[in-house]
């Protein structure tokens, strides 16, 4: 498989249009629709980009070796943890939290927001006694 074919084939397991996957680089649609031809060769700084953006796995897309994707949002949980110092408890809540589907998400946030509504008022409330 050539690197223009497993770029496409990065945005087709992504289920990604040339739009959207283009979009998340800063190129066009048709530098990447030219790629995936093989009618433009794939520059370093495109294959980082698209492993960056993409967690693709930098041997894959050189030269077919290892999985397509890595384990990168791992990597970057880590370092959330790290630089926030948190601790199992609060990476078990993050990391169940980004797993939720978005209207799960959505309607947690809304009720959150709801309780720490109401907590402020209640903390207003006590103050003005």
Same mark, same amino acid.
């Given at each position: 498989?050539?690197?223009?074919?497993?770029?496409?084939?990065?945005? =087709?397991?992504l289920?990604?249009?040339?739009? =959207? *996957?283009?979009?998340?680089?800063?190129?066009?649609?048709?530098?990447?629709?030219?790629?995936?031809?093989?009618?433009?060769?794939?520059?370093?700084?495109?294959?980082?980009?698209?492993?960056?953006?993409?967690?693709?796995?930098?041997?894959?897309?050189?030269?077919?070796?290892?999985?397509? *994707?890595?384990?990168?949002?791992?990597?970057?949980?880590?370092?959330?943890?790290?630089?926030?110092?948190?601790?199992?408890?609060?990476k078990?809540?993050?990391?169940?939290?980004?797993? *939720?589907?978005?209207?799960?998400?959505?309607?947690? =946030?809304?009720?959150?927001?709801?309780?720490? =509504?109401?907590?402020d008022?209640?903390?207003?409330?006590?103050?003005?006694?």
């Amino acid at each position: 498989m050539t690197q223009g074919e497993r770029v496409k084939e990065i945005r =087709k397991t992504l289920n990604l249009t040339l739009e =959207k *996957f283009s979009e998340k680089l800063g190129v066009g649609k048709t530098a990447i629709s030219n790629i995936e031809r093989g009618s433009r060769n794939l520059t370093d700084q495109m294959t980082r980009a698209i492993c960056r953006e993409y967690n693709v796995n930098y041997d894959w897309m050189i030269s077919e070796e290892g999985e397509m *994707f890595t384990d990168l949002p791992q990597t970057i949980l880590n370092e959330l943890c790290k630089q926030y110092d948190l601790d199992d408890f609060d990476k078990a809540l993050v990391e169940m939290y980004i797993e *939720f589907p978005e209207n799960i998400r959505k309607h947690l =946030k809304e009720n959150l927001l709801k309780m720490l =509504k109401r907590v402020d008022s209640d903390s207003q409330h006590e103050k003005s006694k």
